[in-house]
């Protein structure tokens, strides 16, 4: 896992990793309340919250051998601690692997009539042979980059990853390939389970290297698209406090996770990133700037459904083909062929989704180990019933298996759920890095505010989702894979919450606030 790697790579992992589904879908979902407190979000919340939390995940687990947040907490707060944070966090790991998958899966779906797609499907097919393609390439491209990144500066390294970027499309585009939902989800579990055992330079930072210039090429095109097409925002600007049975708050804080503030980018920070680390001087970009230009593609989602808007709301659809479409219509006007542009395009989202699953794999992966860690990583003083918890090919099997059984539940259900828990994590990892921040005498003050805010919002969001499911479980309606299974997560996520919680404030405001220093 410890692969000192250049700036430019790490932020591209970074980036590649934290900018999933979520700051394309939560703008989208939440404009429903009007296109103002969407912005303020945004702005407010990436630059004063997520960004903040990002680069002090990452500096906390640079400071501290790159360890993850969970064994941070362990060293700060206490074993208890730590036990009851690797849990919550191995819980949200399923969450996220079964909302991404169900939607990357979904994606790739394409029916051809006598091996004729409609253009919606051969835009699916050929984005599913791309991505295919993707994994094979990023192993290349990584044993490149092994025995000959000494002599491959940046600006070779990204010519050679662009050109291999036009010749996966190309090849992809020619060749489409067509199969059911269920079959690519079992495909996508196979990918999960290279990515989380395979070394990091031979198929996961290689993959996100790629990925971050077709993302950030997604991202200038729909900037240039916005200004060429310079289309009127049709959203309202603030369509009320209550629409359609959801308040504004929590449900505006819980639903824009990604693009404002987002727990599960400090797992992607303390987990993958910060091994790869060469310099200090290299986090603020790394931590900081991914952030910020996550805001920015939360932002151009927000102009995308303003202008594609109905009657003041956003218009019917999942919030990918709302995306999809209307920048693929942008660039259209740009004169880029309409098939090239809803290719690219359908490929990009999915890559939003996929970037993130494989390291959310990983991350799974390495906290179900540490979650039975003890004092030791020496196997030969491990007891046999541990070496096997602590395997990581086991460990990634048993992940991969609940978070599969979740996504029989389908996207829908599961993402307010995930929702809720991915911006309780942020809280949490908040308040365990104002503890580490006391304990070794530095200034902590700024995060009070987010982690007492992120608090009240997630436990408000958490309360209401478990009422609605014991509801349907009351009522009889409710099935286990889709009801009964998320209403037990949701219980364990909320009473962990509360236990991490209150370990992590009693410590930074208790007894236990003497310095490091003092301390030893």
Request: glycine share 10%.
């Amino acid at each position: 896992d410890y692969v000192p790697s250049s700036k430019l790579t790490v932020f591209a992992h970074q980036f590649s990793s934290i900018a999933g589904a979520g700051p394309v879908t939560g703008p989208i979902l939440a404009s429903v309340f009007g296109w103002v407190p969407v912005l303020l979000w945004l702005i407010i919340g990436g630059l004063f919250f997520g960004a903040v939390q990002d680069f002090g995940a990452l500096y906390a687990s640079v400071k501290n051998e790159g360890k993850s947040m969970g064994m941070i907490i362990e060293k700060y707060i206490g074993k208890t601690g730590r036990k009851l944070f690797m849990l919550f966090c191995w819980l949200f790991t399923l969450l996220v692997i079964a909302a991404f998958t169900d939607m990357v899966a979904g994606t790739f779906v394409g029916t051809g009539v006598e091996g004729m797609p409609d253009a919606t499907s051969y835009a699916n097919s050929a984005a599913a042979s791309i991505s295919m393609l993707f994994i094979v390439v990023a192993v290349i491209f990584g044993v490149i980059q092994k025995h000959l990144g000494s002599r491959m500066n940046e600006v070779i390294k990204a010519i050679v990853a662009i050109v291999l970027l036009v010749v996966m499309f190309i090849i992809g585009m020619k060749f489409p390939i067509c199969t059911t939902k269920t079959a690519w989800i079992y495909i996508v579990m196979a990918y999960l389970f290279l990515a989380s055992v395979m070394p990091m330079w031979l198929l996961m930072q290689p993959r996100d290297y790629m990925t971050t210039f077709m993302l950030l090429g997604m991202i200038i095109g729909a900037v240039v698209g916005v200004i060429v097409a310079h289309p009127s925002m049709q959203l309202n600007a603030f369509s009320g406090f209550n629409v359609g049975g959801s308040s504004l708050f929590p449900t505006l804080f819980v639903t824009i996770a990604c693009g404002a503030v987002s727990g599960f980018h400090s797992l992607v920070s303390s987990g993958t990133s910060s091994k790869t680390i060469s310099s200090e001087k290299d986090m603020p970009m790394v931590g900081y700037g991914a952030m910020v230009v996550e805001s920015l593609l939360g932002i151009v989602s927000l102009v995308v459904v303003g202008a594609v808007a109905v009657n003041g709301t956003k218009p019917d659809g999942t919030p990918f083909s709302i995306f999809s479409s209307g920048v693929a219509g942008f660039l259209e006007k740009m004169g880029v062929p309409v098939t090239v542009a809803t290719v690219f395009m359908t490929m990009c989202v999915s890559a939003l989704a996929l970037t993130s699953l494989d390291s959310v794999a990983r991350i799974g992966r390495m906290s179900f180990q540490e979650l039975f860690l003890g004092d030791t990583t020496d196997t030969a003083k491990m007891t046999p019933v541990q070496r096997v918890l602590t395997n990581k090919y086991f460990a990634t099997v048993i992940t991969l298996f609940f978070g599969y059984l979740l996504t029989l539940g389908g996207y829908n259900n599961v993402w307010p759920l995930f929702g809720s828990a991915n911006q309780l994590l942020a809280a949490l990892v908040l308040i365990a890095l104002s503890v580490f921040l006391k304990t070794t005498g530095r200034t902590g003050w700024t995060l009070y505010f987010p982690m007492g805010m992120m608090l009240v919002v997630t436990f408000t969001a958490l309360i209401q989702k478990t009422v609605a499911l014991v509801k349907n479980v009351a009522s009889g309606q409710a099935t286990f894979l889709v009801d009964g299974l998320q209403l037990i997560v949701a219980i364990l996520l909320m009473v962990l919450g509360v236990m991490v919680a209150y370990s992590c404030i009693r410590k930074l405001f208790g007894a236990g606030k003497n310095s490091e220093k003092e301390a030893a």
